[in-house]
Structures are given as structure tokens and as C-alpha cells.
């Protein structure tokens, strides 16, 4: 799923022929309802897994479009100085404290040192 100008550059790098694009929007963000829909403009399908970004997730949430949050712990620590932005879970919109949005612990599993935590959004 990408931009019309980004699509032309990934046709352009060649994709295998298990691959397919989809173009939403007209440039620039993409609004999470525009993914969906062109999704299913291209193929019917009851679920559909994105991985993004923290603008695009962020997209997902405000727009009440994300049922489950896969979110993995790792046990390394980055930090921030200010030098070079580094942006958090969700980034370009804020939801707390006006608007906090709050999921459900579905699963928490481990694999050696890393923690894989499945939340749950949808109704239910």
C-alpha cells in the first residue's frame, strides 16, 4: 500500500510475482480508511495485517480502525537527547489525556530476553 508516486518507484526496483501494490490516496499521508479501502477494492479480505510507522498507527487508532496491537519489548535502551527525532508508539496525534485510548492484554509471551504482547481494540 503506498502513494501513487510510491508505487511507480517500487514497480520501478522490480517485485516478484507473489507481490502485489496498491495505490491509495493522492500523495502525501494516507489517511488509515484510504489503506483499507483500497485493500478491499483489490482483495476481499477479513483481516489485514499492517506494519508501519507511528504516524501510521496513529492513523489507525484515531480512526477507530485498529482491532489488535502486536507490540514487542526489547531489551535494549535507545534514549533520546534531542538530537535526532526519534519518535515514539504513536506519532503526529495525541490522544491522552483529553482522549486516551485504552486496549486489553490479550497474551504476553517470551522469547528469551524479549516480552511479544498482543492488545486487544475492538469491540468486545
Same mark, same amino acid.
Given at each position: 500500500?503506498?502513494?501513487?508516486?510510491?508505487? $511507480?518507484?517500487?514497480?520501478?526496483?522490480? !517485485?516478484?510475482?507473489?507481490? +502485489?501494490?496498491? =495505490? @491509495? %490516496?493522492?500523495? #502525501?499521508?494516507?489517511?488509515?480508511?484510504?489503506?483499507?479501502?483500497?485493500?478491499?477494492?483489490?482483495?476481499?479480505?477479513?483481516?489485514?495485517?499492517?506494519?508501519?510507522?507511528?504516524?501510521?498507527?496513529?492513523?489507525?487508532? $484515531?480512526?477507530?480502525?485498529?482491532?489488535? !496491537?502486536?507490540?514487542?519489548? +526489547?531489551?535494549? =535502551? @535507545? %534514549?533520546?537527547? #534531542?538530537?535526532?527525532?526519534?519518535?515514539?508508539?504513536?506519532?503526529?496525534?495525541?490522544?491522552?489525556?483529553?482522549?486516551?485510548?485504552?486496549?486489553?492484554?490479550?497474551?504476553?509471551?517470551?522469547?528469551?530476553?524479549?516480552?511479544?504482547?498482543?492488545?486487544?481494540?475492538?469491540?468486545?
Amino acid at each position: 500500500m503506498t502513494t501513487p508516486k510510491g508505487a $511507480e518507484a517500487v514497480r520501478k526496483r522490480g !517485485l516478484p510475482p507473489s507481490c +502485489a501494490v496498491a =495505490v @491509495a %490516496g493522492e500523495g #502525501g499521508a494516507i489517511a488509515a480508511r484510504e489503506v483499507v479501502d483500497a485493500i478491499g477494492h483489490h482483495q476481499r479480505s477479513d483481516i489485514i495485517l499492517v506494519e508501519g510507522g507511528p504516524r501510521l498507527l496513529g492513523a489507525f487508532v $484515531e480512526e477507530r480502525l485498529l482491532d489488535e !496491537l502486536f507490540l514487542t519489548v +526489547a531489551p535494549q =535502551v @535507545a %534514549g533520546r537527547d #534531542g538530537s535526532v527525532e526519534r519518535p515514539g508508539l504513536v506519532a503526529g496525534r495525541l490522544f491522552a489525556p483529553e482522549r486516551p485510548v485504552w486496549g486489553r492484554l490479550l497474551s504476553v509471551k517470551r522469547g528469551d530476553s524479549h516480552l511479544f504482547l498482543r492488545y486487544g481494540f475492538g469491540e468486545g
